[in-house]
């Protein structure tokens, strides 16, 4: 059965908590043998991480929402989230694998900049799990293991080592995720999506324009139509609706606020324009998606 949908005031966001100094307050890997994922309560009500969160599972079962999508556990996958989603964990059997978590702090110790740009780090496709081959469950549980053995350990330049090892295991997961999410891509125009894409989360709120973000990546907005075009199917501004209808999706479904004040926080002047703008992306009115959300899953 279903577990009830209970909506909230607000959505909290949580930093990264690390328990030991070993990766700083920027990082953290955690071992898991058949932890029964049920004992924090505010993981089991709609909250957001402002950090990277990943988890390798080999074993266990359940429901974690990613924003208004439920993802059925399985073994042998890698279920990964970018910061400020909302997250919402059913329930959970016992689990093991390992989970990791850092921050765009973390990331930044790479001068070269190369991680921040990596497909599994950008999610261009807004994807959450990776399914893994045997040999691909070999390769990312050894790199973890040994990242495992210098988190715990914090010798001398122990960031260091374990940056080197962050490295690695995302470029591998970035070639997966290329393999199963994006193979027709060309990868200078997969860039330039990533970063419309970056600069759409980072101002949506403010900035509902196709010209605007153009000014942002030096670009025309025609050339940077073509190209959003070309590489998703679908046209810039869609990409700009789309990514305001997501969180407007968010906070019907996980809050009480009214459409007046969601609209307020989407960057819209006027209320009754908010409505009509998500009706027509999405043939529902807010308030009927959110009653009907509800009352699908309840």
Not at 24 to 42: C, P, T, W, Y
Not at 65 to 85: G, R, S
Not at 228 to 234: D, I, L, P, T, Y
Not at 267 to 285: C, I, M, P, V, W
């Amino acid at each position: 059965m279903y577990a009830p949908i209970i909506s909230y005031p607000s959505i909290p966001s949580y930093p990264l908590e690390v328990p030991d100094a070993t990766g700083g307050s920027s990082f953290q890997l955690r071992k898991m043998e058949r932890i029964a994922v049920h004992g924090k309560n505010d993981l089991l009500i709609p909250h957001r991480k402002d950090y990277y969160f990943m988890v390798l599972l080999w074993e266990g079962s359940g429901r974690h929402w990613v924003d208004t999508t439920a993802y059925t556990l399985k073994p042998d996958t890698l279920y990964f989230t970018v910061p400020h989603q909302v997250h919402l964990k059913e329930v959970l059997q016992p689990v093991s694998g390992f989970n990791l978590n850092f921050t765009e702090e973390f990331l930044a110790l790479d001068s070269s900049g190369v991680l921040r740009q990596l497909p599994i780090i950008q999610n261009p496709q807004n994807g959450h799990e990776l399914h893994l081959a045997p040999s691909d469950v070999a390769f990312v549980q050894d790199i973890l293991e040994k990242a495992y053995v210098e988190y715990s350990a914090a010798q001398p330049w122990h960031r260091t080592v374990l940056l080197a090892y962050l490295h690695v295991l995302l470029v591998y997961l970035s070639r997966l995720y290329t393999e199963q999410y994006c193979t027709s891509e060309k990868a200078d125009e997969a860039a330039l999506l990533s970063k419309f894409r970056t600069k759409i989360d980072a101002s949506y709120s403010r900035h509902h324009d196709v010209a605007t973000y153009a000014d942002m990546l030096h670009l025309s907005a025609g050339h940077l139509s073509e190209v959003v075009k070309a590489q998703s199917g679908k046209s810039a501004i869609a990409h700009i609706h789309e990514r305001l209808v997501v969180e407007a999706k968010r906070l019907l479904f996980h809050t009480e606020y009214t459409s007046k004040e969601i609209a307020f926080q989407l960057g819209f002047e006027d209320a009754s324009y908010f409505n009509r703008f998500f009706k027509r992306l999405t043939q529902q009115t807010p308030l009927h998606y959110r009653l009907a959300t509800r009352e699908m899953y309840q």
